[in-house]
């Protein structure tokens, strides 16, 4: 194989390295969701985008005046930046776009804590962690 072909084959491969990594860590953190998950509801029955995408787009009172839903920082569009209150770019939250999301359990772990109490003025379930994460994977 000439050098040539030998860079183009490098990064063909390291190009299709990424995302195949990254789904890796997005199965581990949805693993534990959904130990969770069953712990809390034996019945459990499956994580649903569906139900994730209500839970992006829906519309609350009991937390910040300012903050009622998920898309007020991270936009209509889970495929496009967002924005915190103070102006600082948010990267999307879709998968497809930000290919790290929902790979590292600590920070996944600490954002769902952080912003289900400012959106939701509570905890999200392990369930609705799932979901969330699910419907951000599927776009
Ligand atoms: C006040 C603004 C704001 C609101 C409202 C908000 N977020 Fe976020 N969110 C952030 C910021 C800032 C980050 C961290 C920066 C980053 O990850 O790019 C973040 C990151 C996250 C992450 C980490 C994702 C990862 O990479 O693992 C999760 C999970 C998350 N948010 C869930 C939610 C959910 C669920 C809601 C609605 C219930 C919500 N956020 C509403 C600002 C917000």
């Known amino acids: 194989m000439s050098l040539k072909a030998w860079i183009v084959t490098g990064a063909f491969i390291g190009g299709l390295a990424v995302p195949v990594l990254a789904a890796a860590g997005q199965d581990a953190v ?82 769902f804590g952080r912003n289900c109490k400012t959106v939701l003025g509570r905890a999200c379930s392990a369930q609705e962690k799932g979901d969330f994460i699910t419907y951000l994977s599927g776009l």
């Open 30 to 111: 949805l693993a534990q969701y959904k130990t969770q998950a069953i712990a809390a509801d034996p019945a459990f029955a499956g994580f649903s985008a569906k139900r994730g995408a209500e839970l992006y787009k829906s519309s609350n009172s009991a937390g910040g005046p300012d903050t009622p839903s998920c898309s007020s920082c991270h936009t209509a569009s889970p495929l496009k930046a967002g924005m915190t209150r103070a102006g600082k770019a948010i990267e999307p939250m879709a998968v497809s776009a930000s290919p790290s999301r929902f790979t590292d359990i600590a920070k996944t772990e600490k954002w």
